[in-house]
């Protein structure tokens, strides 16, 4: 995905039900985050459908249990999940069970009205891991 071209369809109003926010620049993640914030939900939506998660502090169920919640008072969910180490070969420094076969399965039929956003500080991605194909 094109950095430059995926921001220009989000300020559109063109969604992905999923994306990945791949690399180390910080700078460019936040920018991002705040694109996909302003873009998808109006300020008074944003108490009520609007979450972001460390997955290095919270398991992935949590985070799947709000993104497949309808949303309140609006028409569109924002989930952000931060630092999916799930996706690395690095080791976490504290042990959280992620529940992956529930993201599998998320993954594979997201609903339309979430949009679920990973942003992963990380040079590169396990190639490995079955998961990442989504």
């Known amino acids: 995905m094109n950095y430059t071209a995926e921001m ?6 063109q969604f992905s039900p999923v994306y990945l926010f791949l690399g180390t620049e910080s700078y460019l993640a936040d ?15 944003r108490d009520l459908n609007f ?6 502090e919270v398991p992935v169920g949590v985070a799947l249990d709000d993104a497949e919640s309808v949303p309140f008072f609006g028409d569109k969910r924002l989930v952000i999940m931060d630092r999916p180490n799930f996706f690395t070969a690095e080791k976490s420094k504290q042990k959280i069970d ?3 076969v529930w993201l599998e399965n998320y993954l594979k039929n997201p609903p339309d009205f979430t949009i679920l956003a990973f942003f992963a500080p990380y040079e590169k991605l396990d190639e490995r891991k079955k998961l990442r194909n989504f």
């Open 98 to 100: 992620h529940d992956l």
């Open 31 to 45: 920018s991002a985050k705040q694109t996909l914030i302003q873009a998808t939900l109006a300020e008074d939506e």
């Open 51 to 56: 979450g972001i998660y460390d997955m290095e």
């Open 8 to 13: 220009a369809k989000i300020t559109k109003g």
